[in-house]
């Protein structure tokens, strides 16, 4: 038996012969009327047919033909990709890239740059305005010493030197008055150049004298070997070469000041220096 015959017994009913040859012979054949419709045998007798079925057969086959290709095609795209393939894809990317770097570079634009966080203008100190150094001031010069015992400001600064020099070497006081006392009787405490040395006139200097090659407060002789004529125009050294021997008088300080300076000087009058020892004391009282 066909399997479509057993699908036909199942969906159509047995029927008896006798209705067949019934309904045939009840058409009219002639007039003008047209035969009579055969009635319809309901949606089971369509289904039943022979080309139903083959049609039904063929649209379930396309279906399950189609969900069949879907099915494969997700499978591939799900597959992932041979590694040969990626590094092949990655290498082309790669030459590319090295092809046309500059309209790549120029093509992208740069990544915008974090802003730096600002600082509070309450953390920082207020700048102050810069001011330009101000010039320095020379150191005042010290005061000149007013003038004591009759004499003039020229001759206070001089003696000044000579007792501010023996200061400077630790000279006891009764040595600043034996130097000051000198110096009033070789030069009345002014510096003395030299009529007969030239080269004497050519230092500052305030008077010129004409004893031999006496120079400067002292008088000292540079032929005596006291110094350069430029070294005795200088008071300051002229007090320090006289201080310097009279620490090389044995006993000086025992000695009354016209003896003590005469043993320094060798003055051809000797006693003229005790007369200006009460002067000195004054002048050295008003120094120091």
């Known amino acids: 038996m066909h399997p479509d015959d057993q699908i036909d017994q199942k969906l159509t009913p047995q029927q008896p012969a006798s ?28 289904l039943a047919s022979t080309p139903m079925r083959v049609a039904l057969a063929t649209g379930v086959t396309c279906c399950l033909g189609a969900t069949a290709v879907a099915v494969a095609a997700t ?58 150094p101000k010039p320095k001031k020379s150191p ?35 040595g600043l008055v034996v130097a000051v006392a000198t110096a009033m009787q070789e030069s009345t405490l002014l510096n003395y150049a030299s009529g007969v040395l030239p080269e004497s006139q050519e230092y500052p200097h305030q008077a010129i004298g004409w004893d031999h090659d006496s120079v400067g407060l002292f008088q000292q002789r540079p032929s005596s070997g006291w110094g350069t004529v430029r070294e005795l125009m200088r008071p300051a050294y002229a007090a320090r070469a ?7 008088v044995p006993g000086w300080q025992q000695m009354s000041l016209t ?20 002067r000195a004391s004054t002048v050295v009282a008003a120094l120091t």
């Open 19 to 46: 209705r067949s040859a019934d309904g045939a012979s009840s058409e009219r054949v002639g007039g003008r009327h047209r035969a009579a419709v055969p009635p319809r045998r309901g949606v089971r007798a369509l």
């Open 75 to 132: 499978r591939e795209a799900a597959e992932p990709v041979p590694l040969p393939r990626v590094a092949e894809a990655v290498a082309d990317r790669a030459l590319a890239a090295e092809d046309d770097p500059a309209s790549r570079s120029l093509e992208r634009s740069p990544s915008p740059t974090p802003a730096s966080p600002s600082p509070s203008p309450s953390a920082s100190p207020t700048a102050k305005p810069s001011t330009s």
């Open 140 to 174: 005042a010069k010290p005061a000149r010493p007013k003038p004591v015992a009759g004499l003039t400001q020229a001759q206070m600064d001089n003696a000044k030197v000579i007792v501010d020099v023996g200061v400077e070497m630790k000279i006891p006081r009764q």
């Open 242 to 248: 006289f201080y310097t021997a009279l620490l090389e």
């Open 259 to 278: 003896m003590a300076a005469q043993a320094v000087q060798i003055s051809a009058y000797p006693y003229a220096y005790a007369q200006h020892e009460e």
